[in-house]
């Protein structure tokens, strides 16, 4: 079993930056892949950025060139810069982890936080 806790979530103004952090415990040995999700009040949950335990990346055309997903594998954890802010930005961020996928399909993901609120305002 893996657990996952985001943190580093609020209310960052229009164009701000933010950065979210996510710890991994548990059975870590049987996960390659860890990223960033979000989904917004009505929306579907949105794969925004993943990374490969050898540093691969992959961004969602929505978010590619403002948010940078990075690891750090002695300490096990994944965080998300955001930057260049957008209202349509807002959301619930969940940090997950996957074994042998590397897509952007939520559904290729078996592990899931209980996710940190973003909210973009002015």
Do not use: H
């Amino acid at each position: 079993q893996v657990q996952l806790q985001e943190s580093g979530g609020g209310l960052v103004q229009p164009g701000g930056a933010l950065r979210l952090t996510c710890t991994v415990s548990g059975n870590i040995v049987g996960t390659d892949t860890w990223a960033w999700s979000r989904q917004a009040p009505g929306k579907k949950r949105e794969l925004v950025a993943t990374i490969t335990n050898g540093g691969q990346t992959n961004y969602a055309d929505s978010v590619k060139g403002r948010f940078t997903i990075t690891r750090d594998n002695a300490k096990n954890m994944v965080y998300l810069q955001l930057n260049n802010t957008k209202p349509e930005d807002t959301a619930l961020y969940y940090c997950a982890a996957a074994n042998n996928y590397f897509g952007l399909r939520p559904a290729g993901y078996t592990y899931w936080g209980q996710g940190t609120q973003v909210t973009v305002s002015s």
